[in-house]
């Protein structure tokens, strides 16, 4: 199933630009950019803050169009609208404060029309994997930031999306949590065998969990490098005590360290 | 007990009886106007004896139920509908904005040649003046609702009218219910004003023959009925609206 070189994803010269407004000249915020996903892999994409990073996410996933180039997922030009079998998880609180916990985590299911014993078994699934066994029928305004970004996470990984886009879901989270949802994450990635593209600020998040590590550079945002981490599939946090990972992230920091001056303005 | 609700309650209260004893005292005279404890009484009695009372009351309720339902029933969809199309907003924005400052009244005779006199032109009438508070309100609640919810609705593959129905519509609940309680004030106002200029039945009706006819008793029994209801509908919003509010915004 998860043969190399099957390609699942692909972005072939991708840009965006952003159009002109009062006050402000067109805004160039990505590429061009080339990236091939291959199917069941985790691909982590770092780089400075503002280098387009949301956007190439919101491009993959059909969110957004590209002002040039193409982007195919399973062989299918994704033009501007979501594909089926795409699953996103927003930096964003994106949970619905009108509906439980429970609720919220089936509410794609019951839209997919799952039969009920179905979606009771997914939904209590995904709601132990997240922790949230005790908040079932609690309403997100009764959580902490961090768990409503669980219920997020639950309600995208309940519909078993072949492609996962994750947008820094773990922000909100603490480092602990940040580390055992990411194992959390490793387990349900190498269980369904989906692909995974993950955005995310830190480094030592994109190391830990990836296959490969794509670097950004800052705005407009092109690959300065991709990185392949040679951790193996069945890997958790623990290997951050490996002196390879401290090796790797060093790596990383130091391809990241003069984009991310420059997104700042800093000499 | 020292809760704002608390205090709204003594100062209607001190209003009230500071009103009952000007009345009694003889400083307002009682041609101009009745104690407030002879209004109640007036009003009591009104419903006990009057012939008409009932009648006219199911009619004007009726027609302020029919006009709220019509505000909201267009208000939200037509809003939701200029929300998309941002040009469109620009353009009308203005129009909205200034809706109130045209007297809506004048469209009353117009209405009558269209609807006849009868239920339909005062629902009409009390719609025209709900329905803009209601478009208003569902601009600023669509405004308000966080953006990621539609992306969340375009990755679940949702049509349009089902991301106003299941994402939309209950995100803005919270936030419709400024318009929901304008709606139905100026629901209100439209029809038992147009009672009150043209109509063959109604509160409105009755209380034009009551002044009239220098029926003071009458006259304020039926003006304390009216604060009565709608200030008991805006009770119940409020209390509704403080329930979701609390609900899902208790963080």
Same mark, same amino acid.
């Given at each position: 199933?998860?043969?190399? +070189?099957?390609?699942?994803?692909?972005?072939?010269?991708?840009?965006?630009?952003?159009?002109?407004?009062?006050?402000?000249?067109?805004?160039?915020?990505?590429?061009?950019?080339?990236?091939?996903?291959?199917?069941?892999?985790? @691909?982590?994409?770092?780089?400075?803050?503002?280098?387009?990073?949301?956007?190439?996410?919101?491009?993959?996933?059909?969110?957004?169009?590209?002002?040039?180039?193409? @982007?195919?997922?399973?062989?299918?030009?994704?033009?501007?609208?979501?594909?089926?079998?795409? +699953?996103?998880?927003?930096?964003?609180?994106?949970?619905?404060?009108?509906?439980?916990?429970?609720?919220?985590?089936?509410?794609?299911?019951?839209?997919? +029309?799952?039969?009920?014993?179905?979606?009771?078994?997914?939904?209590?699934?995904?709601?132990?994997?997240? +922790?949230?066994?005790?908040?079932?029928?609690?309403?997100?305004?009764?959580?902490?930031?961090?768990?409503?970004?669980?219920?997020?996470?639950?309600?995208?990984?309940?519909?078993?999306?072949?492609?996962?886009?994750?947008?820094?879901?773990?922000?909100?989270? =603490?480092?602990?949590?940040?580390?055992?949802?990411?194992?959390?994450?490793?387990?349900?990635?190498? =269980?369904?065998?989906?692909?995974?593209?993950?955005?995310?600020?830190?480094?030592?998040?994109?190391?830990?969990?990836?296959?490969?590590?794509?670097?950004?550079?800052?705005?407009?945002?092109?690959?300065?490098?991709?990185?392949?981490?040679?951790?193996?599939?069945?890997?958790?946090?623990?290997?951050?005590?490996?002196?390879?990972?401290?090796?790797?992230?060093?790596?990383?920091?130091?391809?990241?360290?003069?984009?991310?001056?420059?997104?700042? =303005?800093?000499? | 007990?020292?809760?704002?609700?608390?205090?709204?309650?003594?100062?209607?209260?001190?209003?009230?009886?500071?009103?009952?004893?000007?009345?009694?005292?003889?400083?307002?005279?009682?041609?101009?106007?009745?104690?407030?404890?002879?209004?109640?009484?007036?009003?009591?009695?009104?419903?006990?004896?009057?012939?008409?009372?009932?009648?006219?009351?199911? $009619?004007?309720?009726?027609?302020?139920?029919?006009?709220?339902?019509?505000?909201?029933?267009?208000?939200?969809?037509?809003?939701?509908?200029?929300?998309?199309?941002?040009?469109?907003?620009?353009?009308?924005?203005?129009?909205?904005?200034? $809706?109130?400052?045209?007297?809506?009244?004048?469209?009353?005779?117009?209405?009558?040649?269209?609807?006849?006199?009868?239920?339909?032109?005062?629902?009409?009438?009390?719609?025209?003046?709900?329905?803009?508070?209601?478009?208003?309100?569902?601009?600023?609640?669509?405004?308000?609702?966080?953006?990621?919810?539609?992306?969340?609705?375009?990755?679940?593959?949702?049509?349009?009218?089902?991301?106003?129905?299941?994402?939309?519509?209950?995100?803005?609940?919270?936030?419709?219910?400024?318009?929901?309680?304008?709606?139905?004030? $100026?629901?209100?106002?439209?029809?038992?004003?147009?009672?009150?200029?043209?109509?063959?039945?109604?509160?409105?009706?009755?209380?034009?023959?009551?002044?009239?006819?220098?029926?003071?008793?009458?006259? $304020?029994?039926?003006?304390?009925?009216?604060?009565?209801?709608?200030?008991?509908?805006?009770?119940?919003?409020?209390?509704?609206?403080?329930?979701?509010?609390?609900?899902?915004?208790?963080?």
């Amino acid at each position: 199933m998860n043969a190399a +070189g099957d390609i699942h994803v692909e972005l072939k010269s991708v840009t965006r630009t952003y159009a002109a407004r009062a006050g402000h000249g067109a805004i160039h915020a990505l590429g061009p950019v080339d990236l091939t996903l291959r199917r069941g892999e985790f @691909v982590g994409v770092v780089g400075p803050s503002g280098c387009g990073k949301s956007s190439l996410l919101e491009i993959v996933a059909g969110l957004a169009m590209p002002s040039t180039g193409r @982007v195919t997922f399973e062989g299918a030009l994704v033009e501007g609208r979501v594909p089926n079998g795409v +699953g996103v998880v927003f930096q964003e609180d994106a949970s619905f404060p009108w509906l439980t916990v429970g609720d919220n985590v089936a509410f794609g299911l019951k839209r997919a +029309g799952i039969d009920a014993a179905e979606i009771a078994r997914r939904v209590d699934h995904a709601i132990g994997l997240m +922790g949230l066994n005790q908040f079932r029928k609690a309403y997100p305004s009764q959580l902490s930031g961090g768990m409503r970004q669980r219920v997020c996470i639950a309600r995208t990984l309940v519909l078993r999306p072949r492609l996962i886009l994750l947008d820094e879901p773990f922000g909100a989270l =603490d480092q602990q949590t940040r580390l055992l949802m990411g194992e959390e994450l490793l387990r349900l990635w190498r =269980d369904s065998g989906a692909t995974v593209m993950l955005i995310t600020h830190s480094l030592d998040e994109a190391a830990m969990l990836s296959d490969r590590v794509a670097v950004m550079s800052s705005r407009p945002g092109r690959f300065l490098e991709m990185l392949e981490t040679g951790w193996p599939r069945d890997r958790d946090s623990r290997i951050v005590a490996d002196p390879r990972f401290g090796r790797f992230t060093s790596r990383l920091w130091e391809l990241i360290r003069d984009e991310s001056r420059k997104a700042l =303005d800093l000499p | 007990m020292t809760s704002p609700g608390f205090w709204r309650l003594v100062t209607v209260a001190a209003a009230v009886l500071a009103l009952e004893a000007l009345c009694r005292g003889g400083v307002i005279d009682p041609y101009t106007m009745i104690a407030p404890s002879q209004m109640a009484l007036a009003l009591l009695d009104m419903v006990r004896h009057a012939d008409w009372f009932w009648a006219d009351a199911r $009619y004007t309720f009726q027609n302020v139920a029919a006009a709220i339902l019509l505000s909201i029933m267009l208000g939200f969809p037509i809003g939701l509908g200029i929300h998309a199309l941002p040009r469109l907003r620009r353009v009308l924005n203005p129009v909205l904005l200034s $809706y109130y400052s045209v007297p809506t009244f004048v469209f009353y005779p117009l209405l009558i040649v269209i609807f006849g006199i009868g239920p339909a032109s005062l629902i009409v009438m009390g719609a025209m003046f709900g329905i803009v508070a209601m478009i208003c309100a569902t601009l600023a609640a669509i405004d308000r609702i966080p953006r990621v919810y539609n992306k969340v609705a375009r990755v679940a593959g949702m049509s349009a009218c089902e991301t106003a129905l299941r994402i939309q519509l209950p995100a803005a609940t919270p936030h419709l219910f400024t318009g929901l309680k304008l709606a139905v004030a $100026y629901s209100v106002i439209g029809v038992i004003a147009g009672e009150f200029i043209l109509a063959t039945a109604g509160l409105g009706r009755q209380l034009t023959l009551a002044y009239n006819e220098f029926d003071s008793p009458k006259m $304020y029994g039926l003006i304390l009925l009216i604060l009565i209801a709608v200030a008991a509908l805006n009770g119940v919003l409020q209390g509704l609206e403080a329930r979701l509010y609390r609900r899902w915004y208790r963080s």
